[in-house]
């Protein structure tokens, strides 16, 4: 069996996390186009009864609703931790499966809630979870957390957690 070479082995770390970062950011503007196209401010239509609903709202902070009304700071911070993601991706790739996607789910989560932060003034929310109050959300937010979870499985697997 051959094996990969080494230009095209960085060639897939450098370029496999953007396409990954890529196609999360598609997904998530994708489908809070639809919610905005289908769902009216407010309106709940289920998805999964009993279990998770459709309802959009427009929040204009982060997690939470932490920060309500400062989008445009958000926005700043969305843009520079996006342009963080994206540089530590091109100029030194992670070498680690779990690093890697980190970091694209961090860039994509950054990047799909800055996008509308920056073009909407607020980040559509439509994913709610019924049985429990929890805030609602958008594919963007489940990268973030996926990122956070990644990151710390790579922390687990490296080792690293021992050494201190």
């Keep these: 069996m051959r094996r ?3 230009g095209r082995l960085s060639l897939n770390r450098r370029f496999g996390p953007l396409i990954v970062a890529a196609a999360v950011v598609l997904l998530d503007q994708l489908s809070k186009a639809w919610a905005l196209g ?17 309802r959009r709202v427009a929040n204009t902070g982060a997690a939470f609703s932490l920060f309500s ?12 931790v ?24 961090l860039l994509a989560g950054a990047a799909g809630n800055g996008l509308d ?6 980040v559509v ?10 805030p609602i959300f958008n594919v963007a937010d489940v990268a973030i957390n996926l990122a956070v979870l990644a990151f710390a499985i790579d922390w687990l697997q ?5 050494d201190g």
Aim: proline share 9%; no cysteine; hydrophobic share 50%.
């Design 4 to 6: 990969p070479s080494a």
């Design 38 to 54: 289908q769902l009216a401010p407010g309106q709940s239509l289920p998805l999964l009864p009993g279990l998770l609903q459709l």
């Design 69 to 80: 009304g400062n989008s445009a700071a958000l926005g700043l911070i969305s843009a520079l």
């Design 82 to 105: 996006s342009l963080l993601a994206l540089v530590w991706l091109l100029w030194k790739p992670p070498s680690r499966l779990w690093s890697g996607l980190a970091v694209s789910l």
């Design 117 to 122: 932060r920056w073009r909407l003034g607020s």
């Design 125 to 134: 929310d439509f994913l709610e979870i019924v049985p429990i109050h929890f």
């Design 158 to 162: 490296s080792g690293r957690h021992l």
